[in-house]
């Protein structure tokens, strides 16, 4: 951090202590003041109309939206709600997104507000159609390769990193230690949550700066089915301690077509806000990796469902209290695919620097390149050109919705798979697709003409003036 970062990191710091203790005196009454607030340090970077809404919602006691920050306010430690707003308001939200937008113009491509990377390819677990598990034990990033990864990204602008795998915490002690060294960065680790005990709570608690997202599918048997024997009452179990211990933590779902109408009942959302989760990321299923099963693809019925159900679930008067995206069906308010760098991009356990985490292949390697040369790559340069790969941002993936995007980059770049244990064509892989792709077209589209949608107002390289000239003179 430089040293006008230092300062304003202090001065929010006090501010964010103050507004704290006088909402906890009376959350009732002084709700209000944390919203006024906030606005005053993210009023550039969330519209007005947000703080607007939350304003509204404080004065209603069944908001969810006001449930879930008196949830967060009386069930989390106080110093984690002071550095994770730290973290994700002052670095990632203030510092993040302006050296963001100032890099995207300067280096002329995508720059990721968000990077992935897996510390590690082991697992304790197997679960059903996970390609994380077929990587073998043996590839792991060293902590100089994660602390360079971060230096990098933080000097690009980003300030948001999210551990996949394999099993991240396999690894605790050195993303513990990256916490600690980049108190300006929110760190999230993906998780069966089988590794999480006292001392991890401890050291989560010490450092803020770090949450968890913890890997659930529905029932016991749903759950357990896919991920393992005991899946389920460990994760249960590690909840129980997580909220006991005040910690910060939600969940994370891959939905199927098997375990779709589970994972969004009422009966498992009130259980997962029962046990203190306070936000649910939900992921379509994807047919990635020699034992991936198409047919667990949800069909467009259940993908018309998942769209319905995640805006009633953030309804504030429908809803339940807890922040919920799903990132296949919350296309419209990113402006599509936001892989490629475009918001993110993902390392895997080899270095190899992929354009999404579902997409495993590469030109690049954190061993020979460096983020931005990356960036600067064939495979990365394709991403930035070719998006949004459909305007209709409810089919917004070159893979599942438009595989023929896919194909198209592979070809053209040469990219290579990075699946460590059996390589992929490119033409496998989307073969799986193609048939949901079909059906899912004429749906997605009449859902898209039925309704208005958010403008996200996101600027594609066919709106900048190379990418005008280049389209132009074709």
Same mark, same amino acid.
């Given at each position: 951090?430089?040293?006008?970062?230092?300062?304003?990191?202090?001065?929010?710091?006090?501010?964010?202590?103050?507004?704290?203790?006088?909402?906890?005196?009376?959350?009732?009454?002084?709700?209000?003041?944390?919203?006024?607030?906030?606005?005053?340090?993210?009023?550039?970077?969330?519209?007005?109309?947000?703080?607007?809404?939350?304003?509204?919602?404080?004065?209603?006691?069944?908001?969810?939206?006001?449930?879930?920050?008196?949830?967060?306010?009386?069930?989390?430690?106080?110093?984690?709600?002071?550095?994770?707003?730290?973290?994700?308001?002052?670095?990632?939200?203030?510092?993040?997104?302006?050296?963001?937008?100032?890099?995207?113009?300067? %280096?002329?491509?995508?720059?990721?507000?968000?990077?992935?990377?897996?510390?590690?390819?082991?697992?304790?677990?197997?679960?059903?159609?996970?390609?994380?598990?077929? %990587?073998?034990?043996?590839? =792991?990033?060293? %902590?100089?390769?994660?602390?360079?990864?971060?230096?990098?990204?933080?000097?690009?602008?980003?300030?948001?990193?999210?551990?996949?795998?394999?099993?991240?915490?396999?690894?605790?002690?050195?993303?513990?230690?990256?916490?600690?060294?980049?108190?300006?960065?929110?760190?999230?680790? *993906?998780?069966?949550?089988?590794?999480?005990?006292?001392?991890?709570?401890?050291?989560?608690?010490?450092?803020?700066?770090?949450?968890?997202?913890?890997?659930?599918?529905?029932?016991?048997? =749903?759950?357990?089915?896919?991920?393992?024997?005991?899946?389920?009452?460990?994760?249960?179990?590690?909840?129980?301690?997580?909220?006991?211990?005040?910690?910060?933590?939600?969940?994370?779902?891959? *939905?199927?077509?098997?375990?779709?109408?589970?994972?969004?009942?009422?009966?498992?959302?009130?259980?997962?806000?029962?046990?203190?989760?306070?936000?649910?990321?939900?992921?379509?299923?994807?047919?990635?990796?020699?034992?991936?099963?198409?047919?667990?693809?949800?069909?467009?019925?259940?993908?018309?469902?998942?769209?319905?159900?995640?805006?009633?679930?953030?309804?504030?008067?429908?809803?339940?209290?807890?922040?919920?995206?799903?990132?296949?069906?919350?296309?419209?308010?990113?402006?599509?695919?936001?892989?490629?760098?475009?918001?993110?991009?993902?390392?895997?356990?080899?270095?190899?620097?992929?354009?999404?985490?579902?997409?495993? *292949?590469?030109?690049?390697?954190?061993?020979?390149?460096?983020?931005?040369?990356?960036?600067?790559?064939?495979?990365?340069?394709?991403?930035?050109?070719?998006?949004?790969?459909?305007?209709?941002?409810?089919?917004?993936?070159?893979?599942?919705?438009?595989?023929?995007?896919?194909?198209?980059?592979?070809?053209?770049?040469?990219?290579?798979?990075?699946?460590?244990?059996?390589?992929?064509?490119?033409?496998?892989?989307?073969?799986?697709?193609?048939?949901?792709?079909?059906?899912?077209?004429?749906?997605?589209?009449?859902?898209?003409?039925?309704?208005?949608?958010?403008?996200?107002?996101?600027? *594609?390289?066919?709106?900048?003036?190379?990418?005008?000239?280049?389209?132009?003179?074709?």
């Amino acid at each position: 951090m430089t040293v006008k970062e230092k300062a304003q990191r202090a001065g929010a710091a006090v501010i964010i202590d103050r507004v704290l203790k006088y909402v906890k005196k009376d959350p009732d009454k002084n709700f209000i003041t944390l919203v006024d607030k906030a606005e005053a340090l993210l009023g550039n970077v969330f519209p007005t109309k947000n703080f607007e809404k939350l304003r509204e919602g404080a004065k209603d006691p069944n908001n969810i939206w006001r449930k879930l920050a008196f949830n967060i306010i009386d069930e989390v430690d106080h110093d984690v709600i002071k550095k994770m707003l730290l973290a994700f308001g002052v670095g990632a939200g203030v510092n993040g997104v302006k050296t963001v937008r100032e890099n995207r113009e300067k %280096y002329h491509c995508n720059i990721p507000w968000i990077i992935l990377l897996d510390p590690t390819s082991a697992c304790n677990r197997k679960c059903k159609g996970c390609w994380s598990a077929e %990587y073998g034990y043996k590839q =792991s990033l060293s %902590y100089y390769e994660l602390e360079s990864i971060v230096n990098q990204g933080v000097d690009m602008g980003t300030h948001f990193y999210m551990f996949t795998g394999g099993e991240p915490l396999l690894r605790k002690n050195d993303i513990i230690k990256l916490c600690e060294n980049h108190p300006d960065c929110v760190f999230l680790c *993906y998780t069966n949550a089988d590794l999480v005990d006292d001392a991890f709570c401890e050291d989560m608690k010490r450092v803020g700066n770090i949450t968890l997202a913890i890997s659930i599918e529905g029932t016991p048997e =749903s759950n357990d089915a896919r991920r393992g024997e005991g899946s389920y009452a460990s994760v249960m179990a590690a909840m129980d301690l997580l909220h006991a211990k005040k910690c910060l933590f939600g969940i994370s779902v891959c *939905y199927t077509s098997d375990n779709v109408e589970t994972v969004t009942s009422d009966e498992f959302m009130d259980l997962m806000v029962s046990k203190g989760a306070r936000f649910g990321l939900y992921f379509n299923y994807m047919p990635v990796g020699r034992d991936a099963v198409p047919e667990l693809i949800p069909t467009p019925e259940q993908r018309t469902h998942m769209y319905n159900w995640v805006r009633r679930v953030r309804n504030s008067k429908t809803g339940k209290p807890m922040f919920v995206m799903d990132f296949q069906n919350d296309g419209e308010h990113v402006g599509g695919c936001i892989a490629g760098g475009r918001n993110y991009f993902h390392i895997n356990s080899a270095g190899d620097i992929e354009p999404c985490v579902f997409i495993h *292949y590469s030109d690049s390697n954190i061993r020979q390149h460096t983020l931005i040369e990356a960036l600067k790559r064939p495979l990365f340069q394709a991403y930035w050109k070719g998006q949004p790969f459909n305007d209709n941002h409810l089919r917004p993936c070159p893979m599942l919705e438009n595989p023929d995007c896919l194909r198209k980059i592979i070809k053209d770049t040469g990219a290579k798979s990075t699946d460590l244990l059996a390589p992929e064509d490119v033409e496998t892989l989307c073969s799986r697709c193609d048939k949901f792709a079909a059906e899912w077209a004429p749906v997605a589209q009449q859902l898209w003409e039925s309704r208005e949608h958010p403008n996200p107002k996101t600027q *594609y390289y066919r709106d900048t003036p190379e990418g005008k000239a280049e389209l132009g003179e074709k």
